[in-house]
Structures are given as structure tokens and as C-alpha cells.
């Protein structure tokens, strides 16, 4: 109950007391050190996700969809974030196998639960592909960074071309959670908007303001984007303008990556329809640079996303993530030292000026690992990315590479490495 009044406070954005609740909550966990560590990546990857900081949240979300012994219900919620991630990075070619991943983990969901987990991700399915359909739009083909990526959208978004928008819409008839009858009722508005039914927008606005009543200003910000977009593709800027004009004084507060984008396009295409060329081929000129540098930030993140897909590639690091600042440090000076094998707990305390047992001790609360089991695990993980790259073709470059990652026994080797991957190095090798 704690972790979803957290789960809860986040969706309000009151986000200090939200990370204050999620860390009591993990602290109440009496179960395992992996079931708190599963609880622990969890709540970082919501938080970071919420943040925009995708980085951070996709090596949570990852780590946990690799998870052996999460929960259905847990498996099914790290691949449900891991889709809104390749929506927020615009990875439409991705998002169909990743529905389809996510719905082939609900079978193992138990009966109570399976109904509300198949309504959120008919939901889920209905609204990413109006939002792909409204941004494919002949109005918005100067979208550039979304035409890019939707040139193939039916395909992509749907998962197959002949699944469309209707019959998707007809999955949702059975969903009756308020919430997201709410948001699929929104989206047949944006829909009708978009095809330039000036009544949908009506609607559009009064859901705006029961998101404001709600107390959920980032969904309405989100919502009013949305508006904006369904607005522009239907041809009447000057609703898209209505909508956006609460927004023009928080925006550069508010407005970060991705959503500064929508922002600036869709104020660029009400400035030109208001005959205020100049101004418009500014702002584009903007939107332009936001989208380099969107695309530049996240290189990195759609590499990752392939490789996890094509290859079983080490995990991707979320620890990080979990960590305040202090202790952060702790860490990135234990992956800085990982090939000593003289490495200690001791010297790591020493280096943010902490003693080893309030190390230990914070360890142990915000990862459910001590700074031992950690510095183990993490050469483990180093051990096994050289293995699967094929740099350690036998059992003599086994040992070779266990000594480059400061491991110099054998036995603690074999004990560690199958502790911790239910194999042996060799098997691995194998592959």
C-alpha cells in the first residue's frame, strides 16, 4: 500500500514526498535482498521515467524485464514501461514485437489480476496507434523527427498491417476501469479532431479541465500537446493556439527533450497560420535543433534497445539510478577499481568519507546488496560480457578474463559466476 500511494503521489508530481514514501516502502521489505532489489529498480525506473530521464529508466525497466524471479505481474509492468520508453524516444519499428512481448506475459498473470492488465494494454494499444495516425498526418509532414520514424506505421505500430485503428478501438468496448474508459474516450476526441470535427474539440477541452480538477497538471500539459497536434492535422490552427496558450509561460520551465519538440512545433504552425512568417521559421529553426539534439541524446539508448533485442547482452547498469548522490560516487569508485582484486569495502567507505557500516548499511537498504555482494555481482556481469563476445574462446581465457576483472581464484570464479547465472562460464561459452 505504501509503494502505490508513492506510485500515487508521483502521478500528482509531488515527487519529494512520492521518493520519500518509495524508500519506506522498500524498507518494510522483509522477504529477500532480491525481492528488494526488484522493488528498489522498480520505483527508480517510475521515477526516472517520470523525470524524462530515459536513460536511467530504461536500465531499470531492463533489468527487471531480465528478472528470473520477478513476478508475472512484475515482468508484465517492466515490458509495459519499456514500450512507453520507445514511444518517448519515437522507435516505432520496435513498439509492435514489444506489445506483442508484453501481451504473451499476461497468460502467466493469476485470474484477478490477468482482466486489469489485458484492459491497460488494449488501452495502451488503441492509444499509440491514434497517436502514430495523428502524426502521420498530411498536415504534419514537416513533423520531421515523427515522419521520420512513421513512414510504416500501420505495420510498426499495429504489428501487422491488417490491424487497424477501428478494430483496435473495438478491443477496448470490454475495458471498464473509469480511468481508462476516460482516456480512450480522449482519444476517440483526438481522432474526430484530426479528421476536422470542430465538435470533438469541445470535448477535448472539457477533459482538459477534469484533468486540471483531477490535480494531474502533467497529463494536462501532455493532453494539451495532444489537442494541439489533433488540431493541426485537422486543419484549424486556431484551436491548436487556444489550447497551447496556458502553456507559453511554464513552458521552458516544464518542457524538456521530446515534449519541448511537440511544443515548438505546434506553436511554429500557429505562428504561420497567423501570418507571422518570421517568427515561425525561428521557432522551427529551434525545433530543428531540439530534435538533433534528441536524436543525439539518444543514440546511445536505441543502440542499447537493438542490442538487448538481437543479442543476450550484459545487463544494462540501473544501480546508478537507485542511488543518492553520495553514495552514487561509491559506486562509480568501485566500477572505476573493479580489475583490483585488493579492492575493499573499506577503501570504497573511505573514498566519500563514510564508515563502512553506514555503507553497508545504505547499501543494503536502497539496493538490497552489501557493497561486497555488489563489487562480486558487477565483475560477474564484466566476466560474462566478454564471454558472450567471444574475446574468451576457452577455458584458459576464461581465467584470463576473470584476472582482468580482478577475480584470481578459480573456485571463487565457478561459485560466483553460477550463483549468480545459473551456469557455468563454460556453458556460456558455448553459446
Not at 63 to 72: K, M, Y
Not at 109 to 116: A, K, P, Q
Not at 125 to 147: E, G, K, P, T, Y
Not at 399 to 417: C, E, F, M, P
Amino acid at each position: 500500500m505504501v509503494q502505490r500511494h508513492a506510485d500515487l503521489q508521483l502521478m500528482a508530481r509531488v515527487e519529494v514526498e512520492a521518493e520519500e514514501e518509495y524508500r519506506r516502502s522498500q524498507k518494510m521489505i522483509r522477504s529477500s535482498k532480491r525481492a528488494l532489489r526488484i522493488a528498489s529498480s522498480r520505483n527508480a525506473g517510475w521515477q526516472a521515467l517520470f523525470r524524462n530521464r530515459l536513460g536511467p529508466a530504461l536500465a531499470c525497466f531492463s533489468r527487471l524485464a531480465d528478472e528470473t524471479d520477478i513476478t508475472p505481474s512484475g515482468a508484465a509492468e517492466a515490458r509495459f514501461a519499456l514500450v512507453c520508453i520507445l514511444q518517448e524516444l519515437g522507435i516505432t519499428a520496435q513498439i509492435g514485437p514489444a506489445l506483442a512481448d508484453l501481451r504473451s506475459r499476461l497468460d502467466e498473470i493469476d485470474d484477478e489480476s490477468r482482466g486489469h492488465w489485458g484492459e491497460l494494454v488494449d488501452t495502451l494499444a488503441f492509444d499509440l496507434a491514434v497517436q502514430a495516425d495523428i502524426r502521420s498526418a498530411a498536415a504534419l509532414q514537416d513533423h520531421v523527427f515523427w515522419q521520420s520514424s512513421l513512414a510504416d506505421h500501420a505495420t510498426l505500430v499495429f504489428g501487422t498491417p491488417s490491424r487497424g485503428i477501428d478494430e483496435l478501438l473495438a478491443d477496448t468496448a470490454y475495458v471498464r476501469s473509469p480511468l481508462l474508459r476516460i482516456r480512450i474516450d480522449s482519444l476517440r476526441q483526438q481522432r474526430a479532431a484530426a479528421s476536422g470535427e470542430r465538435a470533438a474539440f469541445g470535448k477535448l477541452l472539457d477533459h482538459l479541465r477534469w484533468a486540471g480538477e483531477e490535480n494531474l497538471p502533467d497529463y494536462q500539459r501532455t493532453a494539451r500537446l495532444e489537442a494541439a497536434l489533433a488540431a493541426l492535422a485537422g486543419a484549424t490552427p486556431q484551436l491548436a493556439e487556444e489550447v497551447l496558450a496556458p502553456l507559453h509561460h511554464v513552458a521552458r520551465q516544464v518542457f524538456t527533450g521530446h515534449r519541448q519538440l511537440e511544443y515548438l512545433y505546434c506553436l511554429c504552425k500557429t505562428r504561420q497560420s497567423q501570418g507571422r512568417g518570421l517568427e515561425a521559421t525561428q521557432l522551427y529553426s529551434r525545433y530543428a535543433l531540439v530534435a538533433m539534439q534528441c536524436l543525439r541524446a539518444d543514440s546511445y539508448l536505441r543502440a542499447l534497445l537493438i542490442e538487448r533485442n538481437t543479442k543476450a547482452a550484459p545487463q544494462l547498469d540501473d544501480i546508478g539510478a537507485r542511488l543518492p548522490a553520495k553514495y552514487r560516487r561509491a559506486y562509480q569508485f568501485v566500477l572505476k577499481n573493479l580489475d583490483r582484486h585488493d579492492l575493499s569495502v573499506r577503501e570504497v567507505a573511505a573514498e566519500i568519507g563514510v564508515t563502512e557500516r553506514a555503507l553497508q548499511s545504505a547499501f543494503r537498504a536502497l539496493l538490497g546488496l552489501s557493497p561486497t555482494e555488489l563489487i562480486r555481482r558487477q565483475r560477474m556481469e564484466r566476466i560474462r560480457g566478454e564471454l558472450l563476445d567471444g574475446s574468451s574462446a576457452s577455458e584458459r581465457g576464461i581465467l584470463h578474463a576473470a584476472g582482468r576483472w580482478g577475480v584470481k581464484n578459480r573456485s571463487t570464479l565457478i561459485n560466483g559466476y553460477r550463483k549468480q547465472f545459473h551456469e557455468l562460464p563454460s556453458e556460456t561459452l558455448k553459446r
